[in-house]
């Protein structure tokens, strides 16, 4: 049997094909699994109806457009979804954003209102989806986000968005602390670097790409698709003794020490 059979999985942040949330969209369709796509712009929405048309011509997908910068938008995507499926199994959230100006040079120089807009559309975003998908979680479920290593070290541009990381991974904790209570399990994955639009906002991203293709123990970067597998098992019930976690899938750059 598939390993996400008869399981309804929403994934959130899907821009194009090279965005790691379509990485695990194509993962969770290859295990079996009910998609639900949410989109925040209208040309990502037609992105994503084009991308399934091509990939997934007998699957029937439900597309949903969310903001979750917007309490009210995301309370209502959840609502759409509701009507549609009843209940759901799996949450992937896949969203950041910063201004470009607080992605270079130093992090000392972050506006107060760069440093809010980052940590609001970037971590607090998976508390107020969380909150939303608990509801339609009735027997349980997961929640994964995309995390990434400046949330632990100071790389070098990636600046206030390392400080939205390490409070969404804070965050991880905390809901897995109090969802666990609903067999609700929520966990982070730590991507390593990956050439996609939101990637092209960090000054810098083609030395990060080759620092990792010379010092991982892999010697080599990751693909949006060996993501998207890591995350269809984080949504599968091969993963359900797993919560509060990060999982690093990164060629095992994180491990060295120079
Ligand atoms: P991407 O640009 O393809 O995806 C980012 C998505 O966030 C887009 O779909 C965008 O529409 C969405 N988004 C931004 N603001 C939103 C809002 N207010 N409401 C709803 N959606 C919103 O880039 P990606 O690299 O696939 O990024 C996905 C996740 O992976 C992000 O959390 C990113 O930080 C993380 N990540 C990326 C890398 C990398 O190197 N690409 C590495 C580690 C982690």
């Known amino acids: 049997m598939a390993l996400l059979?008869?399981?309804?999985?929403?994934?959130?942040?899907?821009?194009?094909?090279?965005?790691?949330g379509?990485?695990?969209?194509?993962?969770?369709?290859?295990?079996?699994?009910r998609l639900v796509l949410t989109y925040r712009s209208d040309r990502a929405g037609e992105q994503?109806?084009?991308l399934c048309s091509e990939s997934f011509p007998e699957t029937p997908v439900t597309v949903v457009q969310c903001d979750?910068?917007?309490?009210?938008s995301v309370e209502q995507a959840f609502d759409v979804i509701a009507d549609k499926h009843g209940c759901i199994d799996g949450v992937v959230h896949s969203i950041a954003h910063a201004n470009v100006e607080d992605l270079q040079g130093e992090f000392v120089a972050t506006s107060r209102e760069g440093f809010t807009f980052a940590t609001d559309v970037s971590a607090y975003s998976l508390v107020a989806v969380a909150r939303a998908a608990r509801k339609l979680m009735t027997e349980g479920g997961s929640?994964?986000?995309?995390?990434y290593l400046g949330a632990e070290r100071a790389v070098p541009n990636y600046n206030v968005m390392g400080v939205a990381k390490a409070a969404l991974e804070s965050c991880v904790r905390y809901l897995a602390n109090d969802l666990g209570k609903d067999a609700i399990r929520v966990n982070a994955v730590s991507a390593g670097p990956i050439r996609t639009l939101a990637a092209k906002g960090v000054r810098g991203f083609n030395d990060v790409l080759h620092a990792v293709e010379e010092r991982a123990p892999l010697r080599r970067n990751v693909s949006a698709e060996e993501v998207g597998d890591v995350t269809a098992f984080l949504m599968s019930d091969l993963s359900r003794g797993l919560t509060g976690e990060v999982l690093h899938v990164d060629a095992g750059y994180h491990i060295i020490g120079m």
């Open 68 to 72: 979750v910068a917007n309490d009210d």
């Open 48 to 50: 994503i109806h084009k």
């Open 5 to 20: 059979a008869g399981k309804t999985i929403v994934i959130m942040g899907i821009a194009n094909r090279r965005s790691i």
């Open 22 to 33: 379509w990485g695990v969209a194509e993962a969770a369709h290859r295990h079996g699994a």
């Open 143 to 147: 929640i994964a986000t995309m995390s």
